[in-house]
């Protein structure tokens, strides 16, 4: 049966948020009894108060996760056996996906229509992809002459700690664990402390599934705390963070500093979403435009914030995506009619506010909203915005806001659309629209950017990887088959067949 705003909102009032860390399969609280508020956005009441991790909490769960992996009760498994927990645990996800959809909503915000349909959905999608995935990856035998045998294995590393975000907690989270967690890693999980609350839940789920105590820990906290911490410990053999830029360079900077422990990092955009004159459906790009931009309220790594218009059409797509804006309101996240919640915090909207003022004192001209909404009910509500004739120089074409704010820059032919949109410090995602098969090879080849939509926006699935260029990150791709070299050493073991010396 589909429910209500009046049965989400009653389901809301009763829920028990999980508040402990996770450590060795046990429930605690931290050790220095210290705890922080869970806030939803919506309202700006705590939902609850989580345990608040730090650099003693990561040594325990460090140690626990170690010795996991050390004892082989997960490392050891055979690949079917660790892919079968993993479709336990997206089987399992299915069942609680009502709770486990109310507490992401309630956790950042997101709209209840999207947090079942996307979040739930795309994390349980994750770990059945990576389970079924387990028995059919082989290793390889080099082409070597015949006084030779080369095998080429993969190995886990041992522990990885995985530092994630608060805009997509489920799915990114599992685009981190089931990766690491079939390659036969232990992990420690320091989810944003934005996020903490499915981050509990699924650790939970995960021993229900059959996954052993100490293989899959989690520690919420700060990440000038606990992140750090588990950055520079030395018992951690990898990192896997989704975040900011700067915060991805600080856990690089910790990696040399401590054990040299591999690092892979997606650290945010700038998206351009690039219109040609010849887009073979004008309708449909500019509608695509609203969802780019302002789904998710906007805070999206690949969120296409650059929207590049070809001049002959540019005025026609300005006004069109302003008067288009307006759909995209945010409101009560538990109605599910609503498209658009709240941004994620205080902080958040804060920065966001600041870049619109900015935008303005910059020159750009503001076509569409700008301000903040339903300051009544304590949440934290932005209008969808949109700035046109901007100029790339400007800060809100230059820095990821992750936030309602579209930017719309004209241009006059392809080598100006490439130069503006290559442009930028980030390399994460772009889009084209154009019915020139030509132009859409060659700007797909020229683009700077990790994945290239041509003719759509964000369409995609688990089988392509994704990942960025420049410093939108490093050190490996999420998703795909391609996630697992992240998570695995790669040995030769050359075996001297004795036809011949050395």
């Given amino acids: 049966m589909t429910k209500t705003l009046a049965d989400w909102t009653e389901a809301a009032a009763a829920v028990t948020a999980p508040h402990q860390m996770l450590i060795n399969g046990e429930h605690i609280d931290a050790r220095s009894g210290e705890r922080f508020a869970a806030t939803n956005p919506a309202t700006g009441t705590t939902i609850t108060e989580v345990a608040l991790g730090d650099a003693a909490d990561i040594d325990t769960a460090v140690r626990s996760a170690r010795t996991a992996f050390e004892d082989g009760r997960w490392s050891q498994r055979s690949p079917r056996d660790r892919g079968q927990a993993l479709i336990r645990l997206a089987e399992l996800i299915h069942a609680n996906a009502d709770e486990l959809q109310l507490l992401e909503t309630l956790d950042v915000g997101k709209p209840i229509r999207y947090s079942g349909r996307v979040d739930v959905n795309q994390a349980a999608h994750t770990y059945a992809w990576y389970g079924e995935a387990a028995d059919k990856l082989y290793g390889e035998i080099a082409p070597t002459g015949p006084s030779a045998l080369g095998l080429i294995t993969r190995e886990p590393l041992g522990v990885v700690g995985a530092v994630t975000p608060w805009n997509f907690p489920m799915m990114m989270n599992s685009w981190k664990l089931a990766p690491a967690l079939l390659a036969g890693n232990s992990v420690v999980l320091k989810p944003a402390e934005q996020s903490p609350l499915t981050a509990i839940r699924i650790g939970e789920i995960a021993l229900e599934a059959g996954i052993p105590p100490g293989v899959l820990n989690v520690v919420p906290g700060y990440g000038e705390t606990a992140g750090r911490a588990l950055g520079l410990h030395p018992l951690v053999d990898g990192i896997t963070f989704t975040g900011s830029t700067k915060v991805g360079k600080l856990f690089l900077e910790y990696s040399g500093r401590s054990n040299?422990?591999?690092?892979?990092?997606?650290t945010g955009g700038k998206t351009p979403n690039i219109i040609f004159a010849d887009a073979p459906d004008l309708d449909f790009a500019v509608g695509a435009v609203g969802?780019?931009?302002?789904?998710?309220?906007?805070?999206?790594?690949?969120?296409?914030?650059?929207?590049?218009?070809?001049?002959?059409?540019?005025?026609?797509?300005?006004?069109?995506?302003?008067?288009?804006?307006?759909?995209?309101?945010?409101?009560?996240?538990?109605?599910?009619?609503?498209?658009?919640?709240?941004?994620?915090?205080?902080?958040?909207?804060?920065?966001?506010?600041?870049?619109?003022?900015r935008g303005s004192d910059e020159g750009a001209r503001l076509v569409a909203?700008?301000?903040?909404?339903?300051?009544?009910?304590?949440?934290?509500?932005?209008?969808?915005?949109?700035?046109?004739?901007?100029?790339?120089?400007?800060?809100?074409?230059?820095?990821?806001?992750?936030?309602?704010?579209?930017?719309?820059?004209?241009f006059d032919d392809q080598e100006e659309a490439l130069a503006i949109a290559n442009d930028t410090r980030y390399g994460l995602s772009a889009a084209v629209?154009?019915?020139?098969?030509?132009?859409?090879?060659?700007?797909?080849?020229?683009?700077k950017a990790g994945t290239v939509w041509?003719?759509?926006?964000?369409?995609?699935?688990?089988?392509?990887?994704?990942?960025?260029?420049?410093e939108s990150g490093c050190g490996g791709k999420d998703k795909s088959r391609h996630a697992l070299d992240k998570y695995t050493h790669i040995k030769t073991t050359w075996i001297n067949l004795g036809r011949g010396g050395i």
């Fill in 291 to 357: 969802f780019s931009i302002f789904w998710n309220t906007g805070e999206m790594c690949i969120a296409g914030s650059r929207l590049l218009v070809e001049r002959s059409i540019y005025d026609e797509v300005v006004e069109r995506v302003a008067d288009s804006a307006e759909s995209w309101s945010p409101g009560n996240p538990l109605d599910p009619a609503t498209k658009a919640g709240p941004v994620v915090d205080d902080v958040q909207l804060e920065m966001i506010m600041g870049y619109i003022e």
């Fill in 454 to 470: 041509v003719n759509n926006f964000d369409t995609s699935d688990i089988t392509a990887p994704f990942g960025g260029y420049k």
């Fill in 369 to 410: 909203g700008g301000n903040r909404m339903h300051t009544e009910t304590g949440g934290y509500f932005v209008e969808p915005t949109v700035f046109a004739d901007v100029d790339n120089d400007m800060e809100i074409a230059r820095d990821e806001i992750f936030g309602p704010v579209l930017g719309i820059i004209p």
């Fill in 260 to 266: 040299m422990k591999r690092v892979s990092a997606e």
């Fill in 433 to 447: 629209w154009t019915s020139n098969l030509g132009r859409a090879h060659t700007m797909a080849a020229g683009l």
